[in-house]
């Protein structure tokens, strides 16, 4: 069992490696507005970016997941304590919730920001499904096969790419769609969206951890490593 300052130093990487990422987006989308497709390979960049800095320095501490989907299909695999689950998510939300908030307050001069939009059709949910699903299994895969190793490069490289070839930006994170939902920024997202894309990404984790237990039930459990 983890100790109490073990678990509250990954609680701490867990909150700021995804405010980092959450940043990073949020004030690049109001920074680079206006720009058109530039704004999109903008946030591409400073997300692949964010996320090789969070997985590089915090992996060794926490696992450097920054994603609850992952770290759920992390926790159903065997490959991240079940007790740390719960508090991994909460730092997660927090740490999305405070930085698109500060991103905010510096760009538009209000802490939150928000606005209804419309609930999301069927090709934005495969996007989010697909974008999710192989970030999970490129995850899962890295950490049982090779306990991690790889990951502050391959996780980045997939986010980035992701971005500019779905149509819903690749958000691939409830963290993220949680987030989005409060800045009116170019990445924001609206209201009625955030729960059907929430939904749909912790089910393409949910389907990953359950291939990977059929196809390798007898994988040994390798210490957890990271992610969006």
């Known amino acids: 069992m983890a100790k109490k300052n073990t678990l509250v130093n990954a609680l701490v990487v867990e909150f700021l490696g995804t405010a980092l990422l959450l940043g990073a987006q949020v004030g690049t989308g109001y920074s680079l507005a206006g720009l058109g497709g530039l704004t999109l390979f903008g946030i591409a960049i400073v997300s692949a970016f964010a996320l090789a800095i ?4 915090g992996g060794q501490v926490s696992g450097g997941h920054f994603n609850p989907a992952v770290t759920i299909a992390l926790t159903i695999t ?6 740390n689950a719960i508090p991994y998510i909460i730092s997660q939300l927090a740490g999305a919730l405070v930085a698109v908030g500060a991103a905010n307050l510096l760009w538009g001069g209000e802490v939150i920001s928000s606005n209804l939009g419309e ?19 490129i995850v899962v895969a890295m950490v049982r096969r090779q306990g991690g190793a790889g990951l502050n490069w391959l ?9 500019l070839l779905t149509p819903t930006g690749c958000m691939a994170n409830p963290a993220v769609a949680f987030g989005h939902m409060f800045t009116n920024s170019t990445v924001g ?7 059907p894309f929430i939904g749909i990404q912790i089910l393409a984790g949910l389907v990953v951890a359950g291939v990977t237990i059929v196809l390798a039930p007898k994988a040994p459990a390798k210490k957890a490593a990271t992610t969006k």
């Open 155 to 163: 996780v980045p490289a997939w986010v980035g790419t992701a971005i």
């Open 54 to 57: 969070a997985i590089t320095i």
């Open 189 to 195: 997202l609206g209201i009625n969206a955030v729960a």
């Open 119 to 137: 609930a999301p059709g069927v090709a934005a949910l495969a996007s989010e499904l697909l974008a999710t699903a192989v970030l999970v299994g």
């Open 78 to 83: 065997g490959n991240s304590p079940v007790s």
